[in-house]
Structures are given as structure tokens and as C-alpha cells.
């Protein structure tokens, strides 16, 4: 009982010093979390980019436009590792989290896995996420991020309910100049 005691308590403790960042694509959240990183919080990269970086370079087929299923497996075995990589005694800012990983296997019509299922239950974050809402005027597209705005815009309100689904409070951050923003993120978390 002792034992269980113990482990509920370390994962409790997780629980409420991992905070992701999410939103659609192009949104602001790599800039949002170097804007934490200088004021000297531990950010966690974002799995999803750099498994097309490295597709891409091997001439892989893993990508988002092409084997789907394949991408999907790396992005949650990524993201699940840099969640056991972080330390979880400090506050650590995540760029995206396991459920995007469900947000993208609902928006391609992927078979939800066991996998997933047990990673969504077993690596849980803070339950406050918050989440960058599509932003027009700071939208681009690029060799990574091929997504149209329309996309960009079902992939928030995809990812929102992947999220909600599974216990988490979304907390929208408002557009506005980027230290705006991780004023706004820390005070919410009552880091500030």
C-alpha cells in the first residue's frame, strides 16, 4: 500500500508541473515557449516537427501527407519519451502533448490503439492546457507545415475536444505580442 501510495503521489506531482502548449499549426507556440525558455522555464520541443525534419532527410515516407499510420506510431513514441525525459520535479512547458497525438489520428481517420489509449491514461500533464486559437495575420505555411487555414482551423477544434475528452481544462491564449502571451500563460498557471 505504501508502494502505491508513493507512486500516486510522483504522479501527482507530474501531474501538476508538466503544462503543454498546443494549438493548430502556425500559431505561435514554438515562439510562445523561447519566450518561456529566456525566462528560464525547461521547454520540451515538439516531437511532430522533428519527425518530418528527419523523414525528410532520410527520405523517409513517416510524414503527415504520406504514411499517415507510420507518422502517427513515431509521434507518440516521441512524445511519450520526451515526457519520461523530463525532469519531474521542475515545471516543464511542453510543445504539444500525447493528445495531439489523438487530435491528428481523429483528424486522418486513424483506428485509435490500444497504444495511444494506454499513453492518453498513463503520462497525464497539469489538467490546465493551454491552447493558441488560429491567428490569421501570423499564419504561414512552409515545407513542414502544409496545412490550409481552413485545416489549420478544424485542427484547433479537433484538438480542443481530443483534450477535453480526456479531463483537461483548455485555456485559450489570446493573440497578442509574444511576452503578452507568456505573461498571460504564467499568471494563469499562479507562476507569476
Same mark, same amino acid.
Given at each position: 500500500?505504501?508502494?502505491?501510495?508513493?507512486?500516486?503521489?510522483?504522479?501527482?506531482?507530474?501531474?501538476?508541473?508538466?503544462?503543454?502548449?498546443?494549438?493548430?499549426?502556425?500559431?505561435?507556440?514554438?515562439?510562445?515557449?523561447?519566450?518561456?525558455?529566456?525566462?528560464?522555464?525547461?521547454?520540451?520541443?515538439?516531437?511532430?516537427?522533428r519527425i518530418i525534419q528527419e523523414q525528410m532527410a532520410q527520405n523517409g515516407d513517416a510524414l503527415p501527407w504520406e504514411n499517415k499510420a507510420r507518422y502517427a506510431e513515431l509521434m507518440l513514441e516521441g512524445s511519450v519519451n520526451l515526457y519520461k525525459q523530463a525532469d519531474q520535479g521542475t515545471v516543464t512547458f511542453f510543445d504539444r502533448g500525447i493528445p495531439d497525438v489523438l487530435a491528428y489520428v481523429r483528424l486522418t481517420g486513424l483506428p485509435l490503439t490500444e497504444t495511444l489509449t494506454d499513453a492518453l491514461t498513463s503520462f497525464r500533464y497539469h489538467p490546465l492546457v493551454f491552447i493558441l486559437p488560429p491567428w490569421k495575420e501570423i499564419y504561414a505555411t512552409d515545407s513542414e507545415r502544409k496545412q490550409t487555414w481552413e485545416e489549420a482551423v478544424a485542427t484547433? !477544434? *479537433?484538438?480542443?475536444? +481530443?483534450?477535453?475528452?480526456?479531463?483537461?481544462?483548455?485555456?485559450?491564449?489570446?493573440?497578442? !505580442? *509574444?511576452?503578452?502571451? +507568456?505573461?498571460?500563460?504564467l499568471q494563469t498557471a499562479g507562476l507569476r
Amino acid at each position: 500500500m505504501q508502494f502505491l501510495t508513493l507512486f500516486l503521489t510522483t504522479l501527482f506531482m507530474v501531474h501538476h508541473n508538466f503544462y503543454v502548449i498546443t494549438g493548430g499549426p502556425g500559431v505561435g507556440k514554438t515562439t510562445l515557449l523561447h519566450e518561456l525558455e529566456k525566462r528560464n522555464y525547461r521547454c520540451m520541443p515538439e516531437a511532430a516537427r522533428r519527425i518530418i525534419q528527419e523523414q525528410m532527410a532520410q527520405n523517409g515516407d513517416a510524414l503527415p501527407w504520406e504514411n499517415k499510420a507510420r507518422y502517427a506510431e513515431l509521434m507518440l513514441e516521441g512524445s511519450v519519451n520526451l515526457y519520461k525525459q523530463a525532469d519531474q520535479g521542475t515545471v516543464t512547458f511542453f510543445d504539444r502533448g500525447i493528445p495531439d497525438v489523438l487530435a491528428y489520428v481523429r483528424l486522418t481517420g486513424l483506428p485509435l490503439t490500444e497504444t495511444l489509449t494506454d499513453a492518453l491514461t498513463s503520462f497525464r500533464y497539469h489538467p490546465l492546457v493551454f491552447i493558441l486559437p488560429p491567428w490569421k495575420e501570423i499564419y504561414a505555411t512552409d515545407s513542414e507545415r502544409k496545412q490550409t487555414w481552413e485545416e489549420a482551423v478544424a485542427t484547433f !477544434e *479537433v484538438m480542443k475536444e +481530443a483534450y477535453t475528452g480526456y479531463g483537461y481544462t483548455i485555456v485559450e491564449v489570446p493573440p497578442m !505580442e *509574444v511576452g503578452g502571451r +507568456a505573461d498571460f500563460v504564467l499568471q494563469t498557471a499562479g507562476l507569476r
